[in-house]
């Protein structure tokens, strides 16, 4: 099972880029990453998920390098209500892939 | 995420009572899931289903039974509660498309005395 390793806390401002990123060093090569944002009583919410290189979709982008042994979400000019948990899962399959802590985002007017 | 609910959406029941947590899916997934969730930390896996025929335990299976009664019911159960299963219980669905991502529900908040 790859380990990943993310921020626990990370600070922003409105309109702000975020950038959290996550160490899988020892990620398989089957494996893909995912995130997912939870706020506080409710189940997390799937945000991006991608192989290699990067990834574009409505809500954030996901850099992946050549190595793949850290990804990076980035959240591009931020809103308080951006402010959650993320988490960062690694595998090929989710019974595989285990939730960390998750970095939690507290995004300030 | 409406497609997946949840009953009921918060319990409290006393230590050795055994309680039932239902979940349903109209997404028409295969996979269903069941997840703890404590204070401060990440979601563990209990127990996951690929089909109805099909149970398997995940990290933390201890003290929980499951059953999938349909493909769109997959129901939790603890057979004698204790106070250290006090905590958030989220199930969640997905469908294998090569890649997977999962659904959650609103989650059910159990508190055992």
């Known amino acids: 099972l790859a380990k990943t390793t993310q921020p626990i806390s990370m600070d922003s401002y409105e309109g702000q880029e975020v950038n959290i990123t996550c160490s899988h060093n020892n990620i398989a090569t089957n494996d893909y990453i995912t995130w997912y944002q939870q706020f506080p009583s409710q189940g997390p919410r799937f945000i991006i998920q991608g192989y290699k290189t990067k990834v574009t979709n409505e809500v954030a982008s996901l850099f992946i390098p050549a190595d793949r042994k850290s990804s990076t979400l980035s959240l591009p000019r931020v809103s308080l209500s951006d402010t959650a948990v993320y988490y960062c899962l690694v595998g090929d399959r989710i019974n595989d892939m285990r939730f960390g802590a998750g970095t939690r985002l507290t995004v300030k007017p | 995420d409406a497609d997946v609910t949840q009953t009921p959406r918060n319990r409290i029941t006393k230590t050795g009572k055994r309680i039932m947590l239902e979940c349903s899916q109209t997404k028409g997934h295969d996979r269903m899931y069941w997840y703890r969730q404590d204070p401060g930390l990440g979601l563990r896996l209990i127990y996951y289903?690929?089909?109805?025929?099909?149970?398997n335990k995940g990290e933390i299976s201890d003290g929980y039974s499951v059953s999938r009664q349909a493909q769109a019911k997959f129901s939790l159960s603890l057979e004698s509660a204790i106070p250290n299963q006090t905590a958030l219980y989220f199930c969640?669905?997905?469908?294998?498309?090569?890649?997977?991502?999962?659904?959650f529900g609103p989650g059910t908040r159990l508190l055992v005395l």
């Open positions: 969640a669905t997905s469908d294998w498309q090569g890649e997977e991502t999962q659904y």
């Open positions: 289903s690929f089909d109805v025929k099909d149970i």
